[in-house]
């Protein structure tokens, strides 16, 4: 008999191996100075945390989630095996693949906008993030335990079980909604990229979030620009190409109090 990993093991782990991985990709890719967003200078000036600082951080929120994942998993998980024999058609998995990233944006985006405009948890908690000026792949996930906790952690729950998926489904919806974070923050603007061609909410649109001119605008992550455009928070950019090489995002509407 072959050793066997359950479908809540990967949903639980091989999210974090992709995040490794495909951070790593792009840290390969940092040389690249024609397709960054901000010099390779200006990431190792202008960003206030050293980067195994950054790796600790990321390498704590993954062992929370972790937790809290076999945690959701034991506690929702089905004894009567019938989770396992019974195969959602393409049209379900869709609809919850939907579901969920409706849910987790709509929980990200007002969760990450009031910490911006509370001024003590913006202070305490969700500055940790912006220490940040100029975003890397690896970065992604470097937050604050309590707001890796609220946002990510409480917000994966939620989508996971609001959408109904299984855990199997979960594996593949985890592992892209990493992917689609990595992505963000990864501060290259590479050509053929299919996140910047099928989502507004992009490399380019994240990077103006964390410039201070932009820190009350683009809160939503990591899929969809509704709750911006919605509520008035959407910031227009344009994405211009940099003297010394590489592109650089310009504000296209004056700042205003939100």
Known sequence: MGFEVSDELLGTFVPIVIYWFYSGVYALLGSLENYRLHSKKDEDEKNLVSKGTVVKGVLLQQ?????VAILLFTITGSDDGNAAGSKPSLIVLARQFVTAMLVLDTWQYFMHRYMHHNKFLYKHIHSQHHRLVVPYAFGALYNHPLEGLL???????????????????SIFFFSFATIKTVD????????????????????????????????????????????D???????????????GGGFETRPLKENKDD
């Open 63 to 67: 062992t929370l989630q972790a937790v």
């Open 151 to 169: 946002l990510d952690t409480i917000g994966g729950a939620l989508s996971f079980l609001l959408s109904g998926m299984s855990p199997r489904a």
């Open 184 to 227: 963000d923050h990864c501060g290259l603007w590479l050509p053929g990229n299919l996140f910047h061609l099928l989502f507004k909410n992009n490399t380019a649109y994240h990077d103006v979030h964390h410039q201070l001119y932009g820190s009350k605008y683009n809160f939503s992550q990591p899929f969809f620009v509704m709750w």
């Open 229 to 243: 455009r919605i509520l008035g928070t959407y910031m227009p950019y344009s994405l211009d190409k940099r003297a």
